[in-house]
């Protein structure tokens, strides 16, 4: 109960109370305790990262966790890093190339993993340490890494009874690559990106005729590789070249003309289509159905091959286009070029533009997977929120494609399938190489080179995690988890993939519930990227940053480069831009937490704004402030003799004590309500709302006058209201002490430094983390306090705009000294006339103003203002000597001109199509928003100059 310092500083608390629950074991779950459990795994990070916006939303994880401990479930949340195959080689890679200048391949494998593991040791772990700054509650002792020695077992367990129940099986298909990475992807490892291209027609001769058959394609180069032509079977046109051939440009091969109405549409382009089986998906599945040979004329490098005529071979792709175009023209074949806008697949790694490529590779058979995922969220096992994200899913598994799971690294789940030397047809899938050599007979095996899709081994995490394939006392608790919590771009990456993955090894879903949350994007609504430079590191927020380290500029960078990096900032961010030219100041991660949980709404982005973050800081300085004025006023508490006399009815409760002990039922049953329906963001602003208005701007300010000390004229003891003050006390250390427990699993730090603070009852727990998250008292909930409070409010909201709208001081008199100014209340409805005359001195404490006459009516005559509230009016006596008429009319003329200005421009931007065609529907629903307030403002501005007018007239 030591004194506060006046202003609330974050660095002074977070690390401290961190370490102290890390101390206390707080995170941690028993498995073996008869709680209920209540379990999460984390989506684990990727080891090359730092932390960013994405990382930061893990705050609503922690919500929930916090939530369910403080409940007394058994809470389990579960961290862990992943292994990121592509991304951490692609980071090792360049750093030994930059350092030792020495690719992989001159290391040899064995070293360069070594290498990586090394990296892992020195810098996978970083990440961790930013998620303790920002107070996740996770349990660290349960930290798993996909790739450590029982995740690694689970992996290989995986893929054997999978292969083994022929789910995973090797062919050679048409499979995504990229010639940069040098490693097959998946299809959602493929970015599809809207590009403006051409689509050239070209002639080919139709063999023993003078026809020629045209078609279009947005890639000449891969010509080379055609093995048909297809034209529509119902097509008029084309009807009487079906079956016979065409002659093919440059290669001079006679090639069949086919009759394909799922790959050909007459409505496009010239009704015939060149058809490349080995370099197009569609064309693949054409030339299965005709039994078309596959001719690659691509390799893997993205270089023209030996398939290719002569002049093309060793060309790039962008050359061999350029050239075959050239070539074609001089033959006479192309016939037209023209604009053509194309979504072309780019690697989401390195933004390589992908190409479809034949190759041997492994493939999980994913239909029989998919049928038990759909029907689980069918049955309602598991669901959506929001719900409309079942659509996609669904969506997705319905038309799922089998999965590309290998992957040509050498960072990750190496494969366990060995090959007999003189014979690759020979292949043996077993859990050690010793196991796999007893099934061939001899012990030369050479295993396969490469290793499984980061995926993979990340849809098994929410078992994997807790011991499986061993049946440990983990698994047996805590799964299946009781939620997942992730992003919605990645539903099919790892959602659906891990659906699959637990119904298909555990037997059942592994998580009841899928929380999506919206992505955190730029004050433009742009996705954060570091080529756009708009990303911003949540701990420069939560510990203020410099503008340079803002920029994350490279060691040595130039004028330059700073100059085209502070640009991006600014078009990114320009509020912030303006609001700190030099740099972030510090929020603290409270702050930061608020903002991301309040902004968090479902289906909807988060529009990064510093200056909201700092609106949130103030917040928590408004409950530091609150809590340090109770300490003031905390001589004599005594928390035990108030309970127990709240519980008997024996507290000298005033209106405003059993007002706010309502209030604070109603909204611990609001944050309940919420919290169980997964709406975070609501409880969040239910408490933001109850902390901020009901306590502070209107309870606190009631009872100032009770928590001074009680005493009659002379000094001799007021026992009455003596009685009043200890009820206040009691009444605000209760509060206080509840609402702090219904904000920590919200803001932890600040909550857990004032809570301890705070008088409490006899045999309180040490930690607010470990204390009970309150529930409604029904038997607290008072409908007539709360009536009568309202009628109050509404008097004195009245008072106060008024006031407010013609810049009134406190006194009725020019000089600013002298008696308070004077209203009646006129109030028509019995009961809150009645409650504002019994409570009149709680209105004039309020209002700061002399109450006259409170009375169901009142003439309006000359020299009086009125404001009306919700029913009720306020009526300003003596406003003819209060307002200098000609000031006040110029200063209203010149508000409304103002006003009518931006009016008139935003009126017109909304009749503008272009802009409500084009703009972002938020930037349009935001003008709307703003054009209603200009209008209500203008209203209320022209009935005040109408007001002002009538009291020239009268005097």
Same mark, same amino acid.
């Given at each position: ?664 039922? =109603?909204?611990? !049953?609001?944050?309940?309500? *919420?919290?169980? #329906?997964? /709406?975070?963001?609501? &409880? %969040?602003?239910? @408490? ?98 709360? =009536?009568?409070? !309202?009628?109050?409010?509404? *008097?004195?909201? #009245?008072? /106060?705009?008024?006031? &407010? %709208?013609?810049? @009134? ?109 084009? #703009? ?36």
């Amino acid at each position: 109960m030591t004194e506060l310092p006046k202003a609330y500083d974050p660095s002074q608390v977070e690390p401290k109370w961190y370490r102290v629950w890390m101390e206390q074991g707080y995170f941690h779950a028993d498995a073996q305790t008869p709680k209920t459990p209540f379990s999460i795994v984390i989506p684990p990070p990727n080891i090359t990262g730092s932390l960013h916006m994405g990382h930061a939303m893990y705050v609503i994880q922690d919500v929930l966790v916090r939530w369910r401990r403080m409940q007394a479930f058994n809470a389990l949340w579960l961290p862990g890093t992943d292994h990121a195959g592509i991304a951490t080689q692609l980071v090792v890679e360049r750093m030994i190339q930059r350092e030792e200048g020495k690719s992989r391949h001159e290391l040899g494998r064995e070293e360069f993993v070594r290498r990586v593991w090394l990296w892992k040791e020195k810098y996978g772990d970083r990440i961790n340490e930013q998620l303790r700054v920002l107070g996740f509650s996770l349990d660290w002792e349960r930290a798993r890494f996909t790739m450590d020695e029982g995740l690694s077992r689970a992996v290989i367990e995986a893929f054997v009874r999978l292969y083994e129940e022929g789910l995973i099986y090797r062919a050679r298909r048409l499979i995504n690559w990229c010639s940069r990475c040098y490693t097959a992807l998946s299809d959602l490892e493929v970015e599809p990106v809207e590009r403006e291209g051409r689509l050239w027609h070209i002639a080919y001769p139709v063999l023993d005729s003078d026809e020629r058959l045209v078609v279009a394609t947005t890639r000449p180069e891969t010509l080379l590789g055609d093995t048909a032509v297809a034209v529509h079977p119902e097509d008029e046109r084309f009807k009487h070249l079906i079956g016979r051939k065409v002659l093919l440009p440059l290669a001079q091969r006679p090639i069949p003309i086919v009759a394909d109405p799922i790959l050909v549409s007459m409505e496009f382009g010239t009704g015939a289509v060149k058809v490349t089986p080995a370099h197009d998906f569609n064309d693949f599945e054409a030339g299965q159905r005709h039994g078309l040979p596959q001719v690659s004329v691509i390799d893997l490098h993205g270089r023209l091959n030996d398939n290719a005529p002569e002049p093309f071979r060793g060309l790039t792709v962008a050359e061999a286009r350029t050239a075959v175009l050239a070539a074609l023209a001089q033959q006479g074949l192309l016939v037209r070029e023209e604009a053509h806008r194309l979504s072309i697949g780019c690697c989401q790694r390195c933004d390589t533009v992908i190409e479809p490529t034949l190759s041997m590779q492994w493939f999980v058979r994913t239909g029989p997977l998919a049928g038990p995922a759909i029907q689980a969220v069918e049955q309602g096992k598991t669901r959506f929120v929001p719900e409309h994200w079942t659509d996609d899913y669904f969506r997705w598994m319905r038309n799922i494609r089998d999965w590309c799971i290998s992957r040509q690294l050498w960072w990750g789940h190496r494969i366990p399938a060995y090959y007999d030397p003189d014979d690759e047809s020979k292949v043996y899938v077993a859990r050690t190489r010793q196991e796999a050599c007893r099934a061939a007979g001899r012990d030369d095996l050479r295993q396969d080179e490469d290793v499984l899709d980061t995926w993979f081994s990340s849809a098994l995490w929410p078992f994997s995690t807790l011991g499986w394939p061993e049946q440990t006392r983990d698994l047996r608790t805590f799964y299946p988890t009781s939620v997942l919590e992730t992003g919605h771009d990645i539903l099919f990456f790892w959602v659906a993939r891990m659906m699959m993955m637990g119904l298909h090894f555990m037997k059942k879903v592994p998580f009841r519930t899928v929380l999506l949350h919206a992505l955190v994007v730029d004050e433009n609504g742009e996705k954060m990227s570091k080529v756009k430079g708009n990303v911003i590191d949540p701990l420069h927020i939560v510990h203020g940053a410099s503008l340079d380290e803002i920029l994350d500029l490279r060691p040595g960078a130039s004028a330059q480069e700073r100059q085209e990096a502070l640009e991006k900032f600014r078009r990114a961010f320009p509020s912030a831009a303006a609001a700190y030219p030099n740099g972030f100041p510090r929020q603290g991660a409270d702050a930061l937490r608020f903002f991301l949980v309040v902004m968090g709404a479902q289906g909807r982005n988060i529009r990064l704004s510093i200056p909201r973050i700092e609106g949130y800081r103030h917040f928590m300085n408004k409950i530091w402030s609150a809590v340090r004025f109770f300490l003031l006023h905390s001589a004599g508490v005594d928390p035990d003799w108030f309970q127990e006399a709240l519980q008997e009815g024996r507290a000298a409760l005033t209106l405003a004590d059993r007002w706010i002990l309502s209030r604070l039922q =109603r909204t611990t !049953a609001e944050v309940d309500e *919420a919290l169980t #329906a997964f /709406r975070i963001s609501e &409880a %969040a602003q239910a @408490l933001y709302r109850f902390f901020w208005t009901e306590l502070c701007d209107w309870y606190i300010e009631m009872v100032k006058p009770q928590l001074q000390p009680a005493a009659r004229e002379g000094g001799t003891p007021d026992q009455e209201a003596y009685e009043r003050q200890r009820a206040a006390q009691g009444t605000l250390a209760h509060v206080l002490d509840t609402v702090l427990r219904l904000l920590h699993p919200f803001i932890p730090f600040i909550t857990e430094e004032l809570w301890t603070r705070l008088p409490r009852p006899t045999g309180s727990p040490q930690s607010l983390m470990i204390t009970m998250y309150p529930s409604a008292q029904e038997s607290l909930i008072d409908q007539e306090a709360e =009536r009568r409070v !309202a009628a109050i409010q509404t *008097a004195v909201s #009245a008072i /106060r705009s008024l006031r &407010a %709208a013609y810049r @009134l001081t406190g006194t009725d008199k020019p000089e600013g000294a002298g008696e308070r100014l004077r209203f009646v209340l006129k109030v028509p409805d019995d009961a809150a006339r009645a409650a504002l005359i019994q409570h009149h001195s709680l209105v004039e404490w309020l209002a700061r103003v002399q109450v006259a006459d409170i009375v169901a009516d009142y003439p309006q005559e000359g020299g009086v203002i009125a404001n009306v509230v919700e029913g009720q009016t306020a009526l300003l006596l003596g406003a003819d000597r209060l307002i200098d008429v000609p000031a006040e009319r110029a200063r209203l003329s010149k508000e409304i001109a103002r006003v009518d200005k931006d009016l008139a421009s935003l009126r017109g931007r909304l009749e503008n199509s272009d802009f409500v065609q084009r #703009a972002p529907a938020e930037v349009v629903e935001q003008s709307r928003v703003r054009l209603r307030e200009l209008e209500q403002r203008a209203a209320e501005l022209r009935e005040h100059l109408r007001a002002v007018e009538a009291i020239g007239r009268s005097t």
